[in-house]
């Protein structure tokens, strides 16, 4: 979640517009299929991972039987994501994928904790009902006539909130309010996949249009596009999948 405010400004669709290479074909139809493709990678790389962790005593033992270990790999993951967002323009794409799946990889690391503290059974639920509702608000984002950009400030301030909300209940630890930060949380991130969404797309068709005028000739813009907007929904359904795990937790208990 603290991963996720950091990236909003490489949404910026002027430094794509200004971006510039060497002259070659453009293809911009297929770049939100990249999207879930790479976005779809990541998420079985991070899954993979976790099962790993969790199938090995040795991997066990080397994340969880040194306190240090999980804020070393806390660390990596956000060096690795601040390092994505904020290069993109700067790292050739095939750099730009390698630490976008990498950053998959160490996610999946921290995220097997979740192993220890939920059921099999929950978490497939969980991850059955995110996929469900991912799927559908970002269809919804990708297709609808109406203008999402008015959610954008929101939603972050919601999301600024959400944080500060959590990291507050850490030392109060009030069950109250962790359940009002749950449901906020799903919420928020069901609007982020469609507003994303939306952005995207709409990133896509901007930078589309300035090749054409002649303003940009670069010809990995596409795949840099790609590799920012997987990154970006990977966020949003990973958060999404976590509070309604906290959901489905609390429900069960």
């Known amino acids: 979640m ?21 002259t070659g074909t453009f293809s911009f139809s297929n770049v939100m299929t990249r ?9 079985c790389i991070t899954a993979g991972a976790a099962f790993l962790v969790v199938s090995s005593p040795t991997m066990l033992q080397l994340i969880y039987g ?5 804020w070393v790999l806390f660390i990596i993951e956000l060096g690795l994501v601040f390092g ?19 950053y998959a990889a160490v996610n999946g690391l921290t995220l097997s904790s979740i192993f220890f503290a939920y059921s099999i059974g929950s978490i497939t639920q ?39 909300a959590s990291v507050v209940n850490i030392f109060w630890a009030n069950s109250t309010l962790d359940a009002i930060i749950t449901y906020i949380g799903v919420f928020i991130f069901v609007g982020l996949t469609a507003y994303d969404t939306q952005k995207i797309k709409a990133m896509s068709a901007s930078a589309e249009q ?6 940009s000739t670069d010809t990995a813009l596409p795949r840099r596009i790609a590799i920012l907007g997987a990154l970006t929904l990977y966020l949003d359904f990973i958060n999404l999948f976590l509070y309604i795990l906290r959901l489905l937790g609390r429900n069960r208990d």
Do not use: C, H
């Open 2 to 22: 603290k991963d996720y405010i950091e990236i909003q400004d490489n949404f910026d669709r002027g430094s794509y517009a200004r971006s510039t290479s060497t």
């Open 35 to 43: 999207v879930y493709v790479w976005m779809t990678a990541a998420l």
């Open 66 to 70: 040194n306190s240090a270990a999980i």
């Open 84 to 102: 994505v967002s904020a290069g993109i323009n700067r790292l050739s794409p095939t750099t730009a994928t390698t630490l976008f799946l990498l």
């Open 126 to 164: 969980a991850f059955a009902a995110s996929a469900l509702t991912f799927g559908a608000m970002s269809i919804f984002g990708a297709t609808t006539k109406r203008d999402l950009s008015g959610l954008g400030g929101i939603l972050m301030m919601g999301l600024i909130g959400l944080i500060i």
């Open 210 to 215: 300035s090749v054409s005028m002649g303003y």
